[in-house]
């Protein structure tokens, strides 16, 4: 599907969420005050109904729909729901923010779904390496860097091309909150400037990763 923008039509963008909301949160804000131009977030899908990324969704207005795993009987009816939802809603790009389920995405979303993960992969990454989790075994490791990565989305956990990194070092007397927190700042600068070079050159950005 190819992406191209103009004045009347920007980048619509469906956020995934299923925790804090703290990615979600930090796009609405470069939208809001311009620093992230032509992206719109047209929808926003929950696995979880009592969290608050549900709470910053529904204060910023936009179109939210809760979509629980267990409120399915298998996996293909979850996603094919997810991906009907996402259809529906006309989105362009589909962003990962925090997002913990296993969603076997439909072939046509394929080099549409980015996804951001609190390390530099392909170190600390794969099934059950998310949050405080993946700051631990950075530190266990002894490592001086970790960071984050940007990378397209396949049907792996936390695999798929990789888009852009961010360093951060590792400090004497880290703890996993005070890595987080650096991570944290990363990402929040390096996602919405990924999503700005989608919008301002096309899906046939990413296509590039998916090549190469």
């Known amino acids: 599907m190819a992406f191209e923008y103009s004045d009347e039509r920007p980048l619509q963008l469906a956020v995934l969420i299923s925790g804090g909301g703290s990615t979600l949160a930090n796009l609405v804000e470069w939208i809001a005050d311009g620093r992230l131009k032509r992206a719109v977030i047209g929808s926003v899908i929950s696995s979880r109904a009592e969290v608050r990324g549900v709470e910053i969704a529904r204060a910023a207005r936009l179109p939210l729909h809760i979509l629980r795993p267990r409120d399915f009987p298998d996996a293909d009816a979850f996603a094919a729901t997810q991906a009907d939802l996402i259809d529906k809603a006309g989105a ?80 004497p007397g880290d703890t996993p909150e005070s890595l987080a927190a650096r991570v944290g700042e990363a990402e929040r600068e390096l996602y919405p400037e990924v999503i700005q070079r989608v919008a301002d050159e096309g899906l046939e950005w990413l296509a590039r990763f998916r090549a190469s």
């Not at 790009?93 to 993960?117: D, S, T």
């Not at 984050?148 to 989305?153: D, F, M, N």
Request: glycine share 12%; charged share 15%; hydrophobic share 50%.
């Open 92 to 171: 362009d790009l589909i962003v990962m923010a925090g997002y913990l389920c296993m969603w076997q995405f439909p072939e046509r979303f394929a080099g549409r779904v980015l996804n951001i993960h609190p390390a530099l992969l392909p170190a600390f990454g794969g099934a059950g390496m998310y949050g405080r989790r993946v700051h631990e075994a950075v530190l266990a490791a002894g490592v001086a860097e970790s960071g984050c990565t940007v990378h397209l989305a396949d049907h792996l956990y936390d695999h798929g091309p990789i888009i852009a990194r961010r360093t951060v070092a590792v400090m």
